[in-house]
């Protein structure tokens, strides 16, 4: 198949290149417009019981006061809030109302008394904004208008005003995303054009995996995405477009260098050109395909999580793939075929000449003779790393870890919990509700509210009543404002959560039911929709990656140990991300999203590099060497590849720890770290060892090692052009 696709791309490599850029046009210009959600209540199904809670809220309180943004007013000198202050926060609050901001609804006077910090040096003004404006530009807009119209209005005053909440998280979150964004592209473009440049010696070899990557396939990838979302109706995640970069790049440029080192080496065996490109798709095709399919079967998995931010990440990340794949499989070889090799490979002068592959060479001998020795320490060093792991603690915050602390709204939330309850910035809700149409008597409501403020870790509760509108128009309905002791996205809150679940449930009177609502609600059902995908979505990817392998393989064996060195890649590399940021650095636990992007790349891109070795040590079985000889040449000639996609894949990934937040350092350190093992270790000497310590066993029930499969025996489908018949082991 891959042989014919070769030729027939060859043949007509400039209709495929036309054809090209008029689908990436005609895809890029009728994409839809899809904008990001950074709501994570929106991303959780309608059965959990935040849900439920925000549900019953819009519905009993359909004009209750849910602030958007907070303003935070402070003195320039740091001392306490003065009467001549006070004057000039309600002319500030009156300046922003009078402004009549589009999608701002109310703007709460500062309340001597309960708006005022306990050292009396800040004071809170909340803003509420238009509910149905939350997924639309709007509500940032929103948030960014109230900070240059209060910094007006507070100049001048001795007063220092910010703006923080959810609408200036929003805010911050797409600058924050943006600034990333470039970091990244810029980072991982220079990484690309040097590595590869140096690797080939060469400038265009280069600049060609970044063009083809971005110039082609990541429109078309981001037309198709765009697609997909608004006819699946998918959720956008801000995060998306920075690891989209990576993959469609990194992908890319991996599948390039497996076509390129294979073209390469078909000229030095004195193909011309058009033969040698045409046989490089013969020989590595198979290869890529599978390991594409791999990949996106690994993301596509994805769409069966909890959480619509994987089920819209995963089928994004899929597309992207398979659009890199097709690209490296018929666009990648169509321009090698129309351009001269020694262009290529300009100004490089030994590009021809076989390289002697000194340290490959040497590992790959050592590999061959001791593979015993090569499985136990590399499986160890895997092992070791994993057992490191148990100590992983999972944290909520996504919004503070996505930006730099000193984005406005992140020092907004950091003064709030300091100078006020630590849950002030984001309160619990308890909804009591009759079942049976009856109103909650004024004991009910305070019996229930002393349940609640009984709940360890519960630092104040609001009872609802006639004056503060927290009881519905019908009297069937109370909210209950609960402020937490612990910032809400804080693990010790989301543990206090589920308490003041329970104590909730357990306290609700006699046909009434209660649900508890608020942020932290919503990542204490994050947590277990988390729990929920760790059970379905691996297994299930794991199962059908293993069919994608035996399938390429035509083995029933080797698939699983493929499997289980992929699995101690992905345990080693949280092992090692836990030391570093837990242990070392003393954060208080790495994001609760970490294990599922060390899933994606480790386990699905790792899958490549184990692709790509193990089918070179195939190849070089059907020419007849024994296990342990073609564990040797599989490292000696693939090894070179593997290192190569390995490190430029590493170092694109290590990008993200420029981006300046804790997320990214942590995405970073972890998907940097985890493609160095899956290349160096996993890749390189655990996979080739196992193999030929298997010997034909690993083949079985196929034998597809055997001499006379594929290429191996008989006339070679893709002989040189000179009829020379090509080293054993060369093809």
Known sequence: MFHRLGHFVVRRAWWV?????????????????????????????????????????????????????????????GQA???????????????????????????????????????????????????????????????????EEGTKLADGSGLKFQVGGQAASSLDQKDASGATDMIVMLGSLVLVILIVGIIFRSILAGILPVLLSLVIAMPVAN????????????????????????????????????????????????????????????????????????????????????????????????????????????????????????????????WMQEPQNARFAALGRMTGKKPGLVALVSGGILLLLTLAGVNYNGTYDLAGSSMPKGKESMVVQDKLMTAFSAGTADPSHVFLTSTNGSKLSESTLNDF???????PGVASVVTPSSENKAISADGTT?????????????????????????????????????????????????????????????????????????????SVVAPWYLMASVGLGFGGTLGATTVVFQN???????????????????VAIGTDYNILIIARLREEAREGRTPREAARE???????????????LAASFATFMLAGNVLFMELGFSLAFGIVLAAFVMAMFFTPALTALLGHRAWWPGHADSPGHGHGGGPAPLAGTHGVPEPAGRR
């Open 17 to 77: 290149i036309a054809a090209w850029i008029v689908a990436m046009i005609a895809i890029v210009g009728s994409a839809p417009k899809v904008t990001s959600q950074t709501d994570e209540s929106a991303f959780l199904p309608k059965h959990y019981e935040s849900i439920q809670a925000a549900q019953l809220q819009e519905h009993a309180f359909p004009a209750s006061f849910t602030p958007s943004a907070l303003l935070l007013f402070e003195r320039n000198d």
């Open 81 to 147: 809030l003065t009467t001549a202050d006070q004057a000039s926060m309600d002319k500030i609050v009156t300046g922003l109302t009078d402004a009549k901001i589009p999608a701002v609804e109310k703007i709460l006077p500062v309340d001597p008394k309960t708006s005022k910090s306990k050292d009396g040096k800040y004071a809170l003004s909340m803003v509420g904004i238009d509910k149905n404006k939350m997924e639309s530009q709007e509500f940032p807009d929103a948030a960014k208008k109230l900070r």
């Open 223 to 350: 037309g198709l995405i765009a697609d997909a979302i608004k006819v699946f109706d998918l959720k956008s995640s801000p995060m998306t477009s920075a690891i989209l970069i990576i993959v469609v790049l990194g992908v890319g440029t991996d599948y390039f260098l497996f076509l390129s080192f294979r073209y390469r080496e078909r000229l030095r065996l004195g193909e011309d050109r058009k033969t040698a490109v045409a046989n490089a798709v013969g020989r590595v095709g198979e290869a890529i395909a599978s390991a594409a399919g791999a990949v996106a079967v690994a993301f596509a998995v994805l769409i069966l999580s909890s959480l619509g931010m994987f089920t819209a990440l995963g089928p994004a990340l899929a597309i992207a793939v398979v659009a890199t794949a097709l690209v490296s499989l018929t666009l990648a070889p169509a321009v090698l075929a129309v351009i001269p090799s020694r262009a290529v490979f300009w100004p490089g002068k030994k």
């Open 449 to 455: 509210a002393g349940k609640l403020q009984g709940v």
């Open 478 to 554: 109370g909210d209950f404002t609960v402020m937490l002791s612990d910032a809400p996205a804080s693990n010790k809150a989301i543990d206090t959560i589920a308490k003041v679940r329970d104590t909730a449930h357990a306290s609700a009177p006699a046909d009434s039911k209660a649900l508890v609502g608020g942020i932290t609600s919503v990542y204490k059902d994050i947590n277990t929709a988390m729990a929920h995908d760790y059970t379905l979505v691996f297994p299930i990817a794991a199962l059908l990656i293993m069919i994608i392998l035996g399938l390429q393989l035509r």
């Open 584 to 602: 070392i650095k003393g954060e208080q636990g790495l994001m609760f999203m970490l294990p599922i992007f060390i899933y994606l790349f480790v």
């Open 634 to 648: 599989a490292v000696k000639h693939g090894g070179p590849t593997v290192a190569a996609a390995g490190f430029i």
